[in-house]
């Protein structure tokens, strides 16, 4: 009976109130006087006993009763000598007081359909019930409506009872706007802890005084929600000092800094993913968690459109519950132009709360024309309209009101606060957009240029014509502009005659509409005619972008004098202007894709250009020699101007260039010097044919080899030396340049700071030795090497592409104990047997004899010629047939044999189940020490479709006593042939001293459709066992396998106390965090690690990596 209270106090959250009467609390927790004679009686009796199945049951149930008396020993109870004199009826009196207590505490009320809030909950519940003595402070951030406060009242709830006092302030924000309001709260949290006592608090400084008393002695738990000010924190929570140890203490907050990285845990409340979305939406729409079938594309919509935010969900919902699909696409239209009140409200609350007028405008110019643009750009862009840029994209990260992506340092914006933002300017004057400070929808834009009603309050205004035919709901401006420009660009290259009648039919504007807005600094003007003289154009731009410029040069009397930034891709110019101007200001020029510049610009009144873009100009054939000049020059971009010939010998000279692009201009003659620019951090030369290699001679000084002549026909030869390569390097593309081992040099030591190296796409056979010494090497790409036979003596790189290496069977490292932090895209590899501390796949025949031995496979000869459906994960589902084969995967060996019946000794089971779960508890064997596990499982086709993805089946061994869990999916497993025909998985656990006496342990094995479970068992392998007469006193199982699981596992830690092992990639979402098509069934997979799913993506040790891939070309 006590095993099973306490077995529903772990999996049913009950509270168990332990009362020792007449006996002493030490003689439970040691098992020792009366209990110890009660205990010794029970093992005589099986001990007479000779069924040995009995007395390993017996000797399981004697170890179950053991741990629960001493679980419940140290709970906390109440002892009658010590609480009340041994006074009975006293006694008695306590007791009903503590448990009043206890259910006096009141539960907050949540909203209904709490829909992936699980794996939110998880880690600050685990935090909660760590344990630890500490003064803990977690922190929930996000944006309003992302359910801050739902999480926080669940793990409130969970977790009240679990203190000795506890106190939910909300709306901490409103409230302390109030007069008293720091009073108020801090009454309430003084009655709260004080069991409803009333204490009267004339200021904040009487109260916190009172406060200090009331926690100093109780382990509390405090939720804090909404605060925005140091001041309510110090008005409330006082000195963290203060607090008893183990007290907790929860903050929900919008304001990403109101507390030191070092002094809090903090945690980003995430959006809902897609299905999630649909789900939550469709309960406030139709009753149910899908839409009906009709309204299903109506539905997407909105999920696009709210991107995750649970508010909006739940308010679109309802207001469309009910409603025809007429009103629904008009209520789309209206709340893409207009958005909800109620929504916009409560987002607004973050805008509302920067600091001053500055971050407020520097927010409304980021929401209407730069979400989704590269923050280096918009920093040089805004600083010149005399904003304080960086300062501020800082504070309006800290209010949850804009992010970064790590990827590519792009601005990035959740669509209602974009919409949030833009609605702010549309209401400067809602009916005349003419008088409103920024214009960024077209249909605004165009009527203004139109009718010539545009004012001086105009700041910034976008219109682009491509795309006024159209508008995708919910797609960012400026994700949807580059899809369609992309699109519309490769219509014009298929089908020219198209491109010719659109253009008869674009519309023209004429430039004295712009003649009264004298404040215009901002103006996109992509495919636009322009009719009429630039003399009263504005003369405050700042940026100044126009796709698809017409003319075929510049004119003289444009107004370009205060540019920062020129954008003038895909334009006609065939010169860049006429005449000369001094344009002293320019930092960013790009002009790719103008297909028809031949020349670029005299650069020396372009003086303090520091980005030059000049991509896939491809009748550009010479670059004015005056580029050496641009001291400040940081990018230069000439990809793909195949008929450039030559670059100025001067080029060498640009110090401070960071990155150069060449890959792509095959017409290059002559050699490139290099060695001077001392700042070169990225050069892509990648897709430049090699046709020979100039080696090292006497004529040549040391390490002067060539990467060779770079040409299109055999008489150019443009040569770039290995030693010409700057020391400075840190990213090298040298992708698809027909490289082979013999055309690198042996050594290349001074390139010591490389960290991203491409050779991806070269005839090469292996890693060329001169790289192998580049310690500090992190990505390496070798893509589509098909000739590729294997990769030793590697240096521990972060992240390894191999893909497509269809020769590649072995990949080993310079150090042998070196395991690989990360194996990216192994896809298609599909002769790779073996990365070393990783993965190894062998013949059993070869596998270690030991290993075998302790999975008692003794009569391998009858499996000989037996052949086994293998589905291969690490190499993107390959499926192939095999022999039977040996699996090595951290610390786990697995083997696949057909059939339900497999040779093994009689006995080998500790114990069984005809379903896919067995429990057990560890026996107290003394002398005897767990070395590992063995798990065998008997599995076949379900009737259902398969469905290979996420990896569908699972080996999960939960310690319950410890609170881990270690979850196994292999790489590649054993499929049975056919309906009807079984197949069994048998694995040892290197699991070491994870395991011990009294521990209960459950083994379960978890399959997703496709598959079904018939039986499992499990053996536990001691270390001094005696095996078919084979004795083995060796820790490791297999001693040329260093890996098990008892070792350092923190790299495997995935939250919560659970451990994921084998198959690498455990995730659901793409790079830019949706749903991929084939992860539809998220559900099963997160409950699979408890909420822990998105924990497991291990990308995050790749950001070092994003932002040296942040540039262009990779």
């Not at 609390?25 to 205990?39: D, E, H, P, W």
């Not at 504070?395 to 209602?416: A, G, V």
């Not at 001392?678 to 040391?702: H, M, Q, Y």
Request: hydrophobic share 35%; charged share 25%; glycine share 6%.
């Amino acid at each position: 009976e006590l095993v099973m209270i306490l077995e529903r106090r772990r999996t049913s959250k009950l509270v168990v109130l332990p009362v020792f009467y007449d006996i002493d609390l030490s003689q439970v927790r040691n098992q020792t006087g009366k209990i110890a004679k009660a205990l010794v009686g029970h093992e005589e009796k099986f001990e007479k006993g000779t069924n040995e199945r009995k007395k390993y049951e017996w000797m399981d149930k004697m170890s179950r009763w053991r741990a629960a008396l001493t679980e419940v020993a140290d709970l906390a109870g109440m002892v009658l000598p010590n609480q009340a004199d041994g006074h009975e009826s006293r006694f008695i009196q306590k007791i009903v007081k503590v448990i009043k207590d206890k259910l006096n505490r009141r539960v907050l009320s949540v909203a209904p359909h709490l829909i992936g809030i699980d794996s939110q909950t998880k880690n600050i519940d685990f935090w909660l019930r760590d344990g630890s003595d500490d003064v803990g402070i977690f922190a929930i951030c996000g944006i309003g409506g992302i359910g801050k406060t739902t999480i926080a009242k669940c793990v409130y709830n969970l977790n009240f009872g679990r203190f000795e006092g506890s106190s939910f302030l909300a709306n901490i924000r409103e409230i302390s706007k109030q007069d008293n309001g720091l009073v108020c709260l801090q009454r309430q949290l003084l009655s709260d802890v004080l069991k409803g006592k009333k204490e009267k608090i004339s200021n904040v400084d009487e109260g916190i005084v009172k406060i200090q008393d009331a926690i100093c002695c109780k382990r509390i738990l405090l939720v804090m929600d909404d605060v925005d000010q140091e001041d309510q924190l110090d008005a409330i929570l006082g000195i963290r000092g203060w607090l008893s140890p183990g007290s907790k203490i929860i903050i929900t907050t919008r304001k990403m800094q109101l507390l030191k990285p070092h002094q809090v845990h903090k945690m980003e409340v995430r959006k809902l993913d897609n299905n999630e979305s649909l789900q939550l939406f469709s309960l406030h729409a139709f009753g149910q968690d899908h839409p009906i079938d009709s309204y299903m594309e109506h539905s997407k919509r909105v999920v696009n459109r709210c991107e995750g935010l649970p508010l909006a969900l739940k308010v679109v919902g309802s207001f469309l519950s009910g409603k025809s699909l007429d009103v629904w696409e008009s209520a789309l239209e209206k709340l893409e132009v207009i958005p909800d009140n109620y929504i916009q409200e409560k987002l607004r609350i973050s805008y509302d709360s920067l600091q001053d007028d500055h971050d407020k405008n520097l927010f409304l110019h980021i929401a209407c024309f730069f979400v989704g643009e590269d923050k280096d750009f918009i920093v040089t862009v805004l600083d010149s309209c005399d904003f304080y840029t960086t300062v501020g994209i800082d504070n309006l990260i800290d209010r949850c009101l804009l992010t970064i992506d790590e990827y590519n340092k792009k601005l990035r914006m959740h669509q209602l606060i974009q919409d949030m933002g833009r609605e702010i300017v549309r209401l400067e004057s809602p009916n005349e957009p003419g008088k409103r400070s920024r214009l960024w929808r077209h249909k605004d834009s165009l009527s203004v240029l139109s009718e010539k009603t545009g004012t001086e309050t105009i700041e910034g205004l976008v219109l682009n014509t491509r795309m006024s035919t159209s508008t995708t709901f919910g797609v960012n401006d400026a994700n949807e502009s580059h899809l369609k420009v992309w699109c519309q660009h490769l219509v014009s290259l298929l089908h020219p005659e198209v491109t010719a009648i659109r253009n008869s039919n674009e519309v023209v504007l004429e430039t004295d509409a712009f003649a009264r807005m004298h404040k215009l600094r901002l103006l996109q003007l992509n495919y636009v005619r322009l009719a009429g003289c630039y003399k009263d154009f504005p003369k405050r731009l700042r940026w100044f972008c126009w796709h698809g410029f017409p003319l075929e040069s510049i004119p003289s009397n444009f107004p370009l004098e205060h540019l920062v930034a020129l954008d003038m891709q895909y334009s006609n110019l065939k010169n860049f202007w006429r005449g000369t101007k001094f344009l002293g200001l320019l930092k960013i020029l790009d002009l790719s894709h103008s297909h028809s510049l031949v020349r670029t610009p005299d650069f020396s009144v372009l003086p303090n250009v520091e980005r030059l873009i000049l991509e896939d100009c491809t009748s550009l054939i010479q670059v004015h020699e005056s580029i050496g000049n641009l001291y400040r020059l940081v990018v230069l971009n000439l990809k793909d101007c195949e008929n450039l010939r030559t670059l100025p010998k001067n080029i060498g000279m640009l110090k401070f260039l960071e990155t150069l692009v060449i890959s792509g201009c095959s017409n290059l003659d002559g050699p490139l010097e290099l060695r001077n620019m001392e700042s070169l951090k990225v050069l892509d030369a990648g897709g430049i044919a090699v046709n020979r290699l100039f080696s090292t001679t006497e004529e040549v000084k040391p390490w002067h080899a060539f990467v060779g002549s770079w040409v299109s026909k055999p008489r150019r030869s443009p040569e770039i030396s290995w030693a010409s390569l700057p020391c400075s390097l840190v990213c090298l593309s040298l992708r698809d340049c027909n490289l082979r081992d013999y055309d690198f040099p042996k050594d290349l030591s001074k390139l010591s700071l490389l960290q991203y190296l491409d050779l991806g796409y070269n005839p090469i056979c292996g890693l060329p030795d001169c790289f192998k010494g580049l310690n500090g090497l992190q990505f390496l790409d070798l893509g589509s090497c098909t000739k590729l036979q294997s990769l030793v003596g590697l240096p521990r790189v972060e992240y390894l592409k191999v893909t497509w290496c269809t020769s590649l069977e072995n990949i080993t490292y310079r150090t042998p104990l070196i395991q690989p932090e990360w194996i990216g895209f192994i896809e298609s590899c599909i002769k790779l047997v073996e990365v070393q501390n990783w993965f190894k796949l062998e013949p059993i025949g070869k596998v270690d004899t030991e290993m075998i031995n302790t999975l008692g496979l003794f009569n391998l000869q009858s499996m000989a010629n037996v052949e086994v459906n293998f589905l291969d994960y690490n190499f993107k589902y390959i499926e192939k047939k095999l022999p039977i084969q040996g699996l090595y995967e951290d610390g786990i060996f697995s083997t696949f044999v057909p059939g339900g019946e497999v040779p093994l000794p009689a006995g080998w089971f500790n114990k069984k189940s005809s379903g896919s779960s067995v429990s057990f508890t560890v026996p107290s064997l003394h002398n005897l020490r767990i070395r590992g596990l063995n798990v065998c499982c008997v599995y076949a086709l379900s009737n259902n479709q398969h469905v290979w993805w996420p990896p569908p089946l699972f080996t999960k061994v939960s310690n319950k006593t410890k609170g881990v869990k270690w979850i196994y999916g292999p790489g590649c497993f054993g499929i049975p042939e056919d309906h009807g025909k079984d197949m069994m998985w048998l694995s040892h656990w290197n699991i070491g001293n994870k395991l011990e006496g009294g521990d209960e342990v459950n083994v379960s094995i978890v399959v997703d459709v496709g598959f079904q479970v018939k039986e499992c068992g499990f053996k536990l392998v001691y270390e001094q066992e005696q095996i078919i007469g084979r004795h083995t006193q060796d820790n490791n199982v297999c001693s040329s396998w260093p890996y098990d699981i008892a070792g350092d596992s923190s790299k495997y830690k995935v939250g919560g106390g659970i451990y994921s092992y084998g198959y690498r990639s455990h995730r659901c979402r793409n790079n830019e965090g949706a749903l991929d098509d084939d992860c539809t069934r998220t559900e099963w997979y997160n409950n699979l690690f408890e909420g822990f799913v998105e924990a497991i993506d291990k990308e995050a040790r790749l950001q070092e990596l994003r932002r040296l891939m942040s540039h262009k070309f990779f």
